[in-house]
């Protein structure tokens, strides 16, 4: 596929914006404001989904964007809000194994060390630069993910690591190995079954049974608002 100029440059913006909201969840405390940046990162995968469409005209990238919306824009993170309002958790202040500022430099290493890597394998990946740096890009959004899963200690902000994880994984299949879109949905269910599970050990990990049904009815309450 070649793109034109015009997207090629609206392409590389958007990826310098995507790795700014990676390095805003490793650094940001606030609960809210991670919900609205990782909100904001699927907002520009679907973007870019969005305009590799507009050139290529594929159904399944329309799908795909829309699909990262509706989901990953709207669905989650309104999930991930109503499980911070009812656990009563504002701010998840704990790091461990690595400080922001450490994480921020990891992350930094690990961009440069994935494009190494990546560009002894430029011709067989792509023919074109940007499909390069979109697997480039894409593998280091995932390990920037996974490295929120290490350094942080509450579960919601582990959540929000996993789900960068398959943002990461999703631009990097846009790039390089086209996903097919059953597989896309397969994985948001995953993930949203992630969300569900972890949300009912966060709640019963410290209780007793009779403290777990009652800590657990009244969560629920939530679907009920």
Do not use: C
């Amino acid at each position: 596929m070649t793109l034109s100029p015009f997207f090629i440059d609206v392409t590389k913006i958007i990826f310098v914006l995507v790795l700014l909201t990676a390095a805003v969840i490793i650094t940001q405390r606030t609960l809210n404001s991670l919900f609205s940046t990782y909100a904001m990162q699927s907002l520009l995968v679907a973007l870019l989904a969005g305009v590799l469409y507009w050139e290529d005209r594929s159904t399944v990238l329309l799908l795909m964007a829309i699909l990262t919306i509706v989901t990953k824009v709207i669905v989650i993170p309104f999930v991930l809000r109503r499980i911070q309002k009812n656990m009563s958790m504002k701010r998840d202040l704990d790091f461990r194994y690595l400080s922001p500022t450490g994480s921020i430099l990891l992350s930094t290493l690990l961009i440069f060390l994935v494009y190494e890597v990546f560009s002894h394998f430029h011709d067989q990946l792509s023919q074109s630069n940007l499909f390069f740096l979109g697997a480039v890009i894409g593998v280091s959004l995932t390990l920037m993910g996974m490295l929120v899963t290490f350094t942080r200690k509450m579960m919601v902000t582990k959540i929000l690591g996993y789900l960068t994880m398959e943002n990461g994984v999703l631009i990097f299949s846009l790039f390089i190995s086209e996903l097919p879109f059953i597989i896309e949905v397969l994985i948001i269910l995953d993930l949203i079954m992630l969300i569900v599970l972890s949300t009912v050990l966060a709640f019963g990990i410290d209780s007793t049974v009779e403290d777990f049904h009652k800590r657990l009815n009244s969560f629920s309450t939530w679907f009920e608002d």
